[in-house]
């Protein structure tokens, strides 16, 4: 179970890049008074859940549930930070018709790489935690 929540953890930081770089590329550090996520949430979330994964294959090498559990701890505010920006980016998504002269950086975003960031993430907790309880342990 270790091996498959490292390959959805890969896929959601995937999806992540994609949706970093893209609100980079389209001024969401240049112009922050037009995003509506504030770059602190922003590279918080993206700092985290990479603390979180090396954390997390140093987990898998040496085998520590320590490990596992700090992995865990981190996820935590990694995915409310993620509710967070996905609470944020809603209202810009549902306003994508109106012709706004400034549009906010992640109006951009691809609707289904948001959707498989978050599909991929909360797979990604739920196997995260299984492991560190022990289920489908050897």
């Not at 700092?47 to 954390?55: I, N």
């Not at 559990?69 to 996905?86: D, K, N, R, Y």
């Not at 400034?102 to 492991?131: I, N, Q, S, Y």
């Amino acid at each position: 179970m270790g091996i498959a929540a490292l390959i959805t953890w890969l896929l959601t930081a995937v999806g992540g890049f994609v949706l970093l770089g893209t609100w980079i590329a389209k001024g969401g550090v240049r112009q922050p008074s037009t995003t509506h996520l504030p770059p602190p949430v922003v590279f918080g979330h993206f700092l985290l859940a990479v603390a979180g994964l090396v954390v997390w294959i140093v987990y898998l090498v040496v085998d520590s549930t320590a490990l596992a559990w700090i992995a865990f701890a981190l996820l935590v505010p990694v995915a409310l930070l993620g509710f967070t920006m996905l609470a944020r980016w809603l209202p810009v998504y549902r306003a994508r018709t109106s012709a706004a002269p400034d549009p906010p950086a992640e109006r951009h975003f691809p609707v289904a790489v948001v959707g498989g960031h978050g599909v991929f993430a909360v797979t990604t907790v739920v196997l995260v935690f299984l492991t560190a309880l022990g289920v489908g342990g050897s």
